[in-house]
């Protein structure tokens, strides 16, 4: 192994700082030679110095005279995060610390391989070691899904290509798993894509209440008329098992149902005088606005949205010709009948566990608003593990997301982050992301990370890997796509 430096100052058993006459990468794995015991670092911060170069020289004349002079006697201070003793299964906890004046090791192939060896199918190979592209990164899939994990990054810094490298490895494994496709990114003809498609008769009042706006705590009347009318269509079309195939066939929708029997009321002075005619003429358009603008997303007799996840494949919940608040209900209405599927001890649709992907993820779980979502989320987040339901999130900002529901994502693989209050929000969420490792996240590539959680041994910096999946959400080639349009005859080279 190649000689960095040595131990000074104070030691912990949780870190130490070393020098040495050449630069160090920060990143860098370093071991620590302890005698009886090697022990594992991570550096976490550099500092270069010379001691003939103080603040009170102030002529920049002087400076590089005196730098040209003393050369080398630059020294550079690593502060570095240790990470545990080497032993034969990989690492072990320290008890004590490291003496001072210890030799400090650049950490060879040889050691890197041996503490991330993986012999479990459990794991998968999702990158590699960020400053050591020869040694692979694995994750334990498994702790991935039954201990949810949260995927956070700007815009642009590799969040859908590390979705995409995941779900691969969950098709690899003929895993479930269901992505709530905000924006049609994931519209792959080798995925189960499902287009939201509801039976009416499947939703309870309050998530039609929901569709069309409408509170119990703010619109109370609206509320109780429209839970009345209902009421009375399911009982009148449930009941009615003598009734043929062309009479069904015949029937008015759900929704013109609905519609008719307000358009009704209006003769009916006695529900006028109880409900106003305010009420119902406001509920009347409010219905009529849905059905004009949503009516092809409601089919009487449709199959039931948990019934259509094929199991062992990738299902993808299409909601990208949704606005968010109809969004929002469908992602409520599909998680609460997966996590009810999960928990029957007989008869259940979904035979295997499922992992649940929640892209835009602050829209749903938002910490400032409140969302039908973010109820069954968090039910999700505290219960799924029992029950073979996993849950990630996916999100570009995560100030936006329910501290309680990112503090239960016990796992995290965190992109580039360049906002403070971003980095707070989730330093606080997260017992296993240091102060230290906080540092690196502004300054990280496109497709670098940091990896911390159950499903790893240690907190890793690492580069993803490239997914072989054409998803949507990766930048357009912009230049080259305005140079194939002037290639077509059509458009002229003139300015």
């Not at 592209?133 to 990054?153: D, F, M, S, T």
Request: glycine content about 4%; hydrophobic content about 40%; some cysteine.
């Amino acid at each position: 192994m190649k000689l960095l430096g040595v131990c000074v100052d104070q030691t912990s058993p949780h870190s130490l700082i070393f020098i040495s006459k050449e630069p160090i990468n920060i990143g860098e794995y370093v071991v620590v030679d302890d005698e009886i015991r090697k022990l594992l670092g991570i550096v976490s911060s550099v500092y270069s110095e010379n001691p003939y170069i103080t603040e009170s020289i102030i002529n920049p004349e002087y400076v590089q005279k005196i730098d040209n002079l003393t050369n080398n006697m630059v020294k550079y201070k690593a502060v570095v995060n240790l990470l545990g003793e080497i032993t034969d299964s990989g690492l072990s906890a320290l008890k004590y610390p490291p003496r001072p004046s210890r030799s400090v090791y650049k950490a060879d192939n040889e050691i890197l391989k041996k503490v991330f060896k993986i012999d479990d199918k459990k794991f998968v190979k999702i990158g590699t070691l960020l400053n050591n592209k020869e040694i692979p990164v694995y994750i334990n899939l498994e702790q991935a899904i039954i201990r949810h994990l949260a995927i956070l990054a700007i815009t642009g810094a590799g969040k859908s290509n590390t979705v995409a490298v995941l779900i691969e490895k969950i098709a690899q494994k003929k895993g479930t798993a269901l992505i709530f496709d905000i924006h049609g990114e994931y519209k792959i003809s080798s995925f189960n894509v499902i287009d939201p498609k509801i039976n009416p008769y499947s939703l309870d009042v309050d998530e039609i209440a929901g569709l069309i706006g409408i509170d119990m705590d703010t619109s109370a009347q609206m509320y109780h008329l429209l839970s009345e009318i209902i009421e009375e269509i399911k009982r009148r079309n449930y009941s009615n098992d003598e009734e043929d195939t062309l009479s069904k066939e015949l029937r008015k929708t759900f929704l013109e149902d609905l519609i008719t029997e307000l358009d009704n009321l209006k003769n009916d002075k006695e529900k006028i005088r109880e409900y106003g005619r305010d009420t119902t003429f406001r509920l009347l358009n409010r219905l009529k606005n849905l059905k004009n603008k949503f009516g092809s997303l409601f089919v009487d007799g449709a199959t039931e949205l948990l019934k259509r996840i094929v199991n062992g494949r990738i299902n993808i919940l299409d909601l990208s010709g949704l606005d968010e608040d109809k969004a929002d209900i469908i992602i409520s209405h599909v998680l609460s009948s997966i996590l009810n599927d999960r928990k029957r001890e007989s008869k259940k649709h979904l035979e295997a566990p499922i992992v649940c992907i929640l892209e835009e993820a602050h829209l749903f779980a938002s910490a400032q608003r409140r969302t039908r979502s973010k109820y069954i989320l968090n039910r999700i987040a505290r219960e799924g593990r029992k029950f073979g339901v996993g849950l990630w999130i996916v999100s570009q900002r995560p100030k936006g997301l329910d501290p309680d529901i990112l503090s239960q994502m016990n796992n995290m693989i965190i992109l580039k982050l360049v906002e403070p209050e971003d980095q707070v929000h989730v330093r606080r969420a997260s017992e296993s992301l240091s102060e230290e490792l906080m540092r690196y996240l502004p300054s990280l590539n496109p497709g670098e990370a940091i990896i911390v959680g159950n499903m790893v041994k240690i907190p890793i910096l690492v580069k993803i890997e490239k997914s072989s999946t054409k998803i949507q959400g990766q930048d357009p080639n912009v230049i080259e796509e305005w140079e194939k349009l002037k290639q077509k005859p059509e458009f002229s080279n003139d300015i």
